[in-house]
T-cell receptor, first 110, second 115 residues
Framework: GQQLNQSPQSMFIQEGEDVSMNCTSSSIFNTWLWYKQEPGEGPVLLIALYKAGELTSNGRLTAQFGITRKDSFLNISASIPSDVGIYFCAGLGNTGKLIFGQGTTLQVKP | KAGVTQTPRYLIKTRGQQVTLSCSPISGHRSVSWYQQTPGQGLQFLFEYFSETQRNKGNFPGRFSGRQFSNSRSEMNVSTLELGDSALYLC??????????????FGPGTRLTVL
């Protein structure tokens, strides 16, 4: 079945540093979504990407839909302590099912 | 606009019991999907409902079932609970506009613990 490989699995960075994470798949997706989840809560949508090559920003967050439609990345610039959480990529393909990556756990040291 | 709501937030059951979880989607959203989240397996798709019909199904046993009502509210049921069913159960809703890729918005989840 469809699978997403998300990396890195975890990151421990200093406040103010930039962060980059990505997702790759052997399957093509029509939509890429990036979510953040904090303990005890559901995932919160950060950025949605609908077209190959699309580059979208949301404040300090920037995400891109890969040209091949098989990958996406998320960048966070100038990280702050409240960026801590688990970041998930998710792809929506022709099956109609949203497939999630394994998540990237981000820790920020003040 | 109110977000996706799920009730209850926390639940403790014993093996063999059954449980029903409820989800109210964002107003105007017609599609509701359910996911199971565990530390080992991550987020796994259970099923999706649209217009009171199950439109998509993941790879879970028949003990997991769901339904959707005419107001788009959805319930999922798990019968004969097993220890491995302990998880965070998440509901997500989307508008489901024809011809448009959909974005799913999640509720806070129901934390189910099976003892």
């Amino acid at each position: 079945g469809q699978q997403l490989n998300q990396s890195p699995q975890s990151m421990f960075i200093q406040e103010g540093e930039d962060v980059s994470m990505n997702c790759t798949s052997s399957s093509i997706f029509n939509t890429w979504l990036w979510y953040k989840q904090e303990p005890g809560e559901g995932p919160v949508l950060l950025i949605a990407l609908y077209k190959a090559g699309e580059l979208t920003s949301n404040g300090r967050l920037t995400a891109q839909f890969g040209i091949t439609r098989k990958d996406s990345f998320l960048n966070i610039s100038a990280s702050i302590p409240s960026d801590v959480g688990i970041y998930f990529c998710a792809g929506l393909g022709n099956t109609g099912k949203l497939i999630f990556g394994q998540g990237t756990t981000l820790q920020v040291k003040p | 606009k109110a977000g996706v709501t799920q009730t209850p937030r926390y639940l403790i059951k014993t093996r063999g019991q059954q449980v029903t979880l409820s989800c109210s989607p964002i107003s105007g959203h017609r599609s509701v999907s359910w996911y199971q989240q565990t530390p080992g397996q991550g987020l796994q798709f259970l099923f999706e409902y649209f217009s009171e019909t199950q439109r998509n199904k993941g790879n879970f046993p028949g003990r997991f079932s769901g339904r959707q009502f005419s107001n788009s509210r959805s319930e999922m049921n798990v019968s004969t609970l097993e220890l491995g069913d302990s998880a965070l159960y998440l509901c997500a809703s989307s508008v489901n506009r024809v011809g448009k890729s959909d974005t799913q918005y999640f509720g806070p989840g129901t934390r189910l613990t099976v003892l």
